[in-house]
């Protein structure tokens, strides 16, 4: 048996939304952590709850990138396709990389299911593969002859047939069978049945790969350098809830979240469910209205208030964030953005929300706003959302999207005794108090907790007194309470980092993103300027107010090129703010960046920009 060492692998699992390839996938990047390498995963689901089996719109996928080295996404292509029926071939062959192996599930390729994904002869035999290193193995009947004399019914014995995959995927890239037995056994503990079933299907498709003679190589990846420290595999929306835990934490708070079930933000609140003996509470509201209007109650209370939802939910929500607004209430805000308008794609990614975000409120109101990076990002981006919500007294908004919730990275536990503290400090002195005095550094006002002695207070939605806190509406008042509500979101910049620069300051062409876009840009970015060529990447992680350092740069660069899953919202706010004629990079079809797409636009615009400077040297010459 021939060993290969590969640098890096790109697999995907596809198959019915039944047939378990979400934890296949799942399962298979625990393997890969647990080995050492860097991963990077994107799960893919059906819209549809109970789509029909069969069916193209119901194929759920899981894509895992596994490398010897640093990866910053997925991988644009699978190296090797996993399809446990026609359907999941149909949707998924054409990315499937020239020479790719491909993993097919014989026993679904029937003529019904063919039919059903619009086969009208069966790939495996009309030469539509020849291209492709083609191993067609009979999984349903294999899963069935590993459990002959299990009490398990047939339907249930069919279940199993993922695990079998898994089994076969891990012979074929060396990973050790005994962590992943132990922990089917674990996950089943409470159906030792099912459990001792999976370990036996998993351990065919193990053995399988071993005796079948038509896989001759073994495939390694060797372990990643990371920096050390102990690590764990976490999606975007478990490290968010970690960090919204940690920040009530620093804050010296309790935490309170109340949401309404939505894709992709469900899990958020399943997450934070289970941290009750850190003082959390969870409450899951009649609807998104109820789930905002309790977090802003909790923050009037006294807690770290969050909710969370998707564009749909947030749209429900902004009257009552508008009342968030003028009252000045610290309230984190999670926007898990999703493919619209309406229902629009609930199981696709998309970072179409960015205008609802700063601008979808009625009147002047002002909020700040942050995008997470990556899944593991998400953790220190809540962080920062509960310290700028309490230090300035109002609500943030806090983007993420479908990509990062559900996708996976190593993870680097952080020290927690090393995170610095802000604790918050409740008035109590009632001497000359007055509800907006402000502070002169960051605009807020204090944080008084009702039925404070000396402090009862009013706030409420119509416009108050500058001072007092009194109903005005004075034309003078509610203009300067305008601007100073503005104002008090601009002073965030004082609170904002360095730029994430990748690149020189100056250059031919500046590469702009934001959200979960950074892994193909950062990546794209690196590929070209090992090239020599002249590229730079500004990746943007507070986008209400604009980072302070892009200012000093944006004019450095012969082209700008704004990188975004929507029609170009941000670039529309930079060519509004900076006067820079910035070309837009738009992908809307519920998918990420591919590396290879960003690198194609970039060379095309560094022909732009050196076209330019040729044609300008000749007019120079020309005039002298």
């Known amino acids: 048996m021939e060993t290969k060492h590969l640098d890096r692998v790109v697999i995907r699992f596809v198959g019915d939304s039944g047939d378990g390839m979400q934890l296949t996938g799942t399962e298979f990047a625990k393997a890969a952590a647990e080995a050492g390498n860097d991963i990077s995963t994107f799960p893919d689901f059906p819209a549809e709850i109970r789509a029909p089996a069969g069916s193209l719109f119901g194929v759920s996928g899981f894509q895992l990138h596994f490398s010897s080295s640093e990866i910053h996404t997925p991988g644009d292509a699978p190296d090797v396709l996993v ?24 026993g679904a390729f029937i003529e019904a299911n063919l039919k059903k994904a619009g086969y009208k002869s069966n790939p495996l035999e009309d030469g539509t593969l020849a291209k492709y290193k083609v191993h067609a193995v009979d999984i349903n009947h294999l899963t069935m002859t590993a459990l002959e004399g299990s009490e398990l019914s047939n339907k249930e014995k069919g279940r199993a047939k993922n695990f079998f995959a898994l089994g076969l995927v891990f012979w074929m890239y060396g990973r050790e069978p005994e962590g992943e037995i132990r922990r089917i056994h674990q996950q089943f503990a409470k159906k030792p049945g099912y459990g001792e079933a999976n370990v036996k299907v998993f351990k065919a498709g193990y053995h ?26 976490i999606t975007g929306n478990e490290a968010i809830a970690l960090g919204l835990v940690v920040g009530a934490d620093l804050a010296g708070k309790k935490l309170f979240y109340a949401g309404y079930p939505i894709t992709p933000a469900s899990s958020i609140l399943h997450s934070l469910a289970k941290y009750k003996n850190f003082g959390t509470m ?55 953005q999703r493919g619209g308008p309406s229902t629009g794609l609930p199981t696709k990614t998309e970072q179409s929300d960015l205008s609802q975000s700063l601008f979808g409120r009625n009147g002047e109101s002002p909020l700040p706003v942050l995008a997470a990076k990556s899944p593991g990002d998400t953790f220190y981006c809540a962080v920062e959302a509960v310290k700028i919500a309490t230090r300035y007294m109002v609500p943030v908004i806090l983007l993420s999207d479908g990509y990062i919730a559900n996708g996976s990275e190593p993870w680097p536990l952080p020290n927690l005794a090393a995170m610095p503290r802000f604790d918050v400090v409740h008035r109590t002195d009632p001497q000359s108090y007055f509800v907006y005095e402000r502070d002169p550094k960051t605009l807020a006002r204090a944080w008084v907790v009702p039925g404070t002695p000396g402090l009862e207070h009013r706030i409420g939605g119509i416009e108050k007194d500058a001072l007092t806190g009194n109903i005005s509406y004075a034309p003078e008042n509610h203009e300067k309470q305008t601007h100073v509500r503005a104002e008090k979101v601009q002073r965030i910049a004082q609170d904002i980092g360095e730029l994430d620069l990748s690149g020189a300051e100056s250059g031919e062409v500046l590469l702009i993103g934001w959200g979960g876009t950074y892994g193909a840009l950062r990546q794209a970015q690196q590929s070209l300027a090992a090239q020599g060529k002249s590229v730079s990447h500004a990746h943007l992680r507070w986008l209400s107010p604009l980072e302070p350092g892009l200012a000093k740069i944006i004019h450095n660069f012969k082209r700008v090129v704004v990188a975004e899953l929507n029609t170009g919202q941000l670039r529309m706010v930079l060519r509004a703010q900076f006067l820079v004629d910035a070309i837009g990079l738009n992908k809307i079809q519920g998918l990420p960046f591919k590396v290879a797409e960003v690198v194609a636009a970039i060379e095309k615009e560094l022909g732009v920009a050196a076209t330019k400077t040729t044609s300008a040297a000749t007019q120079a010459q020309a005039n002298a």
């Open 282 to 336: 969870t409450f899951q509201a009649e609807d998104e209205i109820a789930a905002m209007g309790a977090a802003l109650g909790a923050a009037f209370g006294g807690s770290i208030a969050v909710t969370a939802s998707s564009g749909p939910g947030i749209a429900l929500k902004g009257e009552a964030m508008g009342l968030g607004v003028m009252t000045e209430l610290p309230v984190v805000i999670l926007n898990i």
């Open 208 to 233: 399988y790969g071993e005796t079948a003679e038509v896989f001759q190589t073994v495939y390694k990846v060797p372990p990643a350098t990371f920096k050390p420290g102990m690590y764990r595999n």
């Open 83 to 106: 399809a446990m029926n026609p359907a999941g071939l149909k949707t998924n062959l054409k990315d499937l990389v020239d020479t790719g192996t491909l993993i097919v599930n014989t």
